[in-house]
């Protein structure tokens, strides 16, 4: 099923009311044995389990994690949603952000502390299968279909795939499509009255950007580049056609319109001494800064002081949104667009949680209801958000108030488009549906996911090396006559290789499964 058959697939699922306090199994789950109760279950909601009823009897407070700053106006939008909650379920929900300047070092803690909890946002870029393995994770397979049928039943073959580790289910993915569309957003206000021809689908089409940029408004970075990972090779790689291994290991790619793809490296492919000598002609032009990456401005297009950044549709989105005046355009280079893999945002339940069957019930009502829909996303009407009359809503003080952070909860039948999302952005979301065919191009690699626990030493090594040689090679720093044969070797003695060996094995087995 596509994602788009998600929405459809929801939609009926919905039509199923929510019975007051008791919820009956949907469909049934694989043939597993399901993790041992968190001590602090009742004997009571274990046998209502078993029964496919819930016991809402008694009121519990449930706890959830999500990674993102706190707004300074959440007090308000958790007390209206607690309201429903109660009247809705008997329960309560607090919820704990962890800030984006912690998240690296304390996310990984969470499930090593012992801490009970019940709820935590997960996905790929955070190591959800990693963390699977080492039992961070309740298994959901007689939690999810019992306890949120019509989310189970909305959910496609493809994503229980992916959310299915050792045999177990240990993740719901949201139902919500997202794709690996990558390209430059950019200013075109300041284009007016130049040459400039319009075009942005190549890398010669960004440089005669960048080239007007620096003519006409020197005092603005053409690229918006700062102390992250430069996004110019990923880029490059996506225009080619081939697909990344993982968002974790961006130096391991392969081609997906081979037969039987095999995996290699930055420094293996042909076009790369020809991509790295374009990025030296781009850093002598000054198309980013001499010091980029030891600068922390991570909002240089926000705040005007860059006129292009390479990213995915939702930043343009956003940005375009935000910056109306800026004119933001989008061009999409990846050469062969598909759905990212639907654990790219998913809601996972604690090993220690003390409520797991309640906390998959409240699942079932977030991604079903409209009204505990729109308190938990957006918040109160009239207090943290607005509607206009095409049901579109508008934050109504963004330095008080934000979207709620548990993206894994997005719905696609339920979820609302923000007041300005550019028409562009929806045709070109369309656009993309329509292109996709099941089992084609990068479509058909969507449920591949590389497993890394056996070489995460190798991993971590090979990361230092990418952001020690690479980068700086990456933007024109080094000189890659003398740098890449450098890089190479620094890989290889972070262990690469072995990481190519164990890839290429999945991958194999992957692609064998799929005959």
Not at 105 to 119: A, C, I, R, V
Not at 384 to 395: A, H, M, P, V
Not at 464 to 485: H, K, R
Not at 489 to 502: F, H, L, N, P, R
Request: aromatic share 12%.
């Amino acid at each position: 099923m596509k994602r788009k058959g998600l929405r459809k697939a929801l939609a009926a699922a919905m039509a199923m009311a929510l019975a007051a306090g008791t919820m009956s199994g949907c469909g049934s789950a694989p043939a597993k044995e399901n993790n041992a109760a968190a001590e602090g279950t009742s004997t009571s909601q274990a046998t209502s389990a078993a029964a496919g009823k819930l016991d809402t009897s008694k009121e519990v407070e449930l706890v959830m994690y999500v990674i993102s700053d706190r707004p300074a106006g959440q007090d308000a939008v958790d007390e209206n949603l607690n309201k429903l909650l109660k009247e809705k379920l008997n329960c309560t929900l607090k919820i704990n952000w962890i800030g984006w300047a912690e998240y690296a070092n304390k996310y990984p803690l969470l499930f090593t502390s012992g801490e009970q909890f019940d709820m935590a946002y997960s996905a790929t870029w955070l190591n959800f299968v990693s963390l699977a393995q080492k039992g961070a994770f309740k298994s959901l397979d007689e939690l999810w279909p019992t306890y949120a049928p019509n989310n189970f039943a909305a959910t496609s073959e493809e994503a229980k795939q992916q959310a299915t580790i050792s045999d177990h289910y240990y993740c719901v993915p949201a139902l919500h499509a997202t794709y690996n569309a990558y390209g430059p957003l950019y200013r075109t206000d300041i284009m007016e009255g130049t040459d400039w021809d319009g075009k942005m689908e190549t890398f010669d089409d960004i440089e005669k950007y960048c080239d007007i940029v620096k003519e006409t408004h020197p005092e603005m970075e053409p690229i918006d580049q700062y102390s992250t990972a430069p996004e110019l090779q990923y880029l490059y790689m996506k225009s080619q056609g081939m697909a990344e291994l993982s968002n974790g290991v961006r130096y391991l790619w392969y081609d997906p319109s081979e037969e039987n793809p095999k995996v290699f490296s930055n420094y293996d492919y042909e076009g790369t001494p020809a991509f790295l000598d374009k990025m030296a002609t781009w850093n002598q032009k000054g198309f980013f800064s001499k010091s980029a990456l030891s600068d922390t401005d991570s909002t240089k297009i926000q705040n005007g002081k860059a006129a292009l950044k390479i990213h995915n549709t939702e930043t343009y989105k956003g940005l375009a949104i935000s910056h109306p005046e800026y004119k933001l355009a989008y061009s999409n280079m990846e050469k062969s667009v598909a759905h990212l893999p639907y654990t790219q945002d998913c809601m996972t339940i604690s090993n220690n949680s003390k409520n797991p069957e309640r906390a998959m019930a409240f699942w079932e009502l977030l991604t079903s209801d409209q009204e505990v829909y729109d308190a938990f996303m957006y918040g109160v009407e009239g207090t943290s958000y607005k509607l206009n009359d095409k049901g579109q809503f508008e934050i109504t003080d963004p330095d008080v108030y934000n979207t709620n952070a548990m993206w894994a909860g997005v719905t696609d039948s339920l979820n609302r488009d923000q007041n300005g999302t550019p028409d562009s952005y929806t045709t070109m979301i369309d656009g993309f549906e329509a292109g996709i065919k099941s089992g084609e191009g990068k479509e058909k690699y969507v449920g591949f996911t590389f497993d890394t626990s056996g070489v995460e030493t190798e991993i971590a090594a090979c990361g230092n090396v990418q952001q020690q040689y690479w980068w700086p090679l990456e933007l024109g720093y080094t000189d890659a006559s003398t740098a890449l044969a450098d890089y190479q070797s620094k890989m290889e003695t972070a262990g690469i290789d072995k990481i190519k060996e164990e890839a290429q094995k999945q991958l194999d087995a992957f692609v064998a499964s799929q005959k």
